[in-house]
């Protein structure tokens, strides 16, 4: 059964709040959590973007939780710098770390003024700074020049096990490519049909037997009006599909497209429910996908009460 873990949404809530609300989750029987990591929230109703990097350090010290972190190198970061905190994290907390790298959204790398550049350009550039963090992290002095520039790089303070590099993808094709170097998959959603294709490609794509990283999205109140209300206000700006999510540069922008998003169209893309029961049936069902861990996600309410919830009533089916 898919180890069932917490997701730390930085663009929701303060960096204080988060850590409280991790050692809850750890306390209510969650026993892995992963981080997002932007430089916006999608929306202003979110509220909030701290730096991950420095809450991550703060949350191993605070809990026994493994942690995975996802991220966009060759842009606001770095590869060296990323390999970097990622190997001195992992020196610090053995075995407790996972790096998944992403092509990014303009949203968020769009503050360093460097171009834009579309998807292809975009997966190459991935796959580029890919090479160079595992070999950074095989102790290797690097000097490489291409569509990021590395001169003698070396990390003197490695961990004894790196962590794993994780390819991030939400399409059977990125899936593929990502396939060709990463150690395993993260990926998002909520239907098994639309799942599986992304699963099954990364497999056959080069990752047989490498493990796939689910995060998912719920909405759990006692009230069900309440859940699907919070959660279209909160989750509206991240429920638009196609090129859009990877082109636009601004919270305001995601307000804008997401204006016609409708309280009905919450369903498609989080699991709202009052019912644990129900809950734990969905997460079940995306168990028997086979992924090593299940991440997550409430995207609006209290976190508290929906970890100590899950904790009593969902976990325990999950076992």
């Known amino acids: 059964m ?24 750890e306390a209510a029987g969650f026993v892995c959590a992963m981080s997002s990591e932007h430089f916006k929230p999608w929306s202003n109703a979110q509220g909030h973007s701290g730096n991950a990097w420095s809450w991550l350090g703060a949350a191993l010290a605070r809990t026994q939780l493994p942690f995975g972190i996802i991220t966009a ?63 950074l992290f095989e102790g290797e002095t690097v000097t490489h020049r291409g569509r990021v520039t590395v001169v003698e790089a070396k990390l003197y303070s490695r961990p004894a096990h790196r962590p794993m590099l994780i390819g991030a993808a939400v399409t059977p094709d990125t899936a593929r490519r990502v396939a060709e170097w990463a150690d395993g998959l993260v990926t998002v959603g909520i239907e098994p ?45 991240n429920m638009l599909e196609g090129d859009v999510n990877w082109e636009l540069r601004s919270p305001e922008n995601f307000e804008t497209a997401a204006r016609f998003v409708r309280s009905e169209d919450v369903p498609g893309y989080v699991r709202v429910s009052s019912d644990l029961g129900r809950h734990a ?29 899950f904790g009593r009533h969902v976990l325990p089916q999950l076992g």
């Open 281 to 309: 049936a969905w997460l079940a069902e995306l168990a028997g996908l086979g992924p090593a861990e299940i991440i997550v996600h409430q995207v609006a309410g209290d976190q508290s009460r929906f970890a100590e919830a």
């Open 193 to 237: 049909d639309k799942l599986r294709p992304v699963f099954e490609a990364f497999w056959e794509g080069g990752g047989q037997g490498k493990p796939v990283f689910l995060q998912t999205k719920v909405c759990w109140d006692p009230d069900p009006a309440r859940a699907l209300a919070e959660a279209h206000t909160q989750w509206a700006s």
């Open 2 to 25: 898919a180890r069932i873990g917490y997701h730390v949404s930085h663009e929701q809530h303060a960096p204080s709040s988060l850590l409280r609300y991790v050692g809850v989750a």
């Open 73 to 135: 190198p060759g842009y606001r970061h770095h590869p060296a710098v990323l390999a970097q905190s990622a190997a001195t994290l992992s020196e610090m907390f053995p075995r407790r770390l996972w790096l998944a790298l992403g092509s990014g959204q303009r949203l968020n790398e769009d503050v360093t003024g460097l171009p834009w550049p579309e998807k292809a350009e975009r997966t190459a550039r991935l796959a580029e700074c890919a090479q160079v963090i595992r070999a």
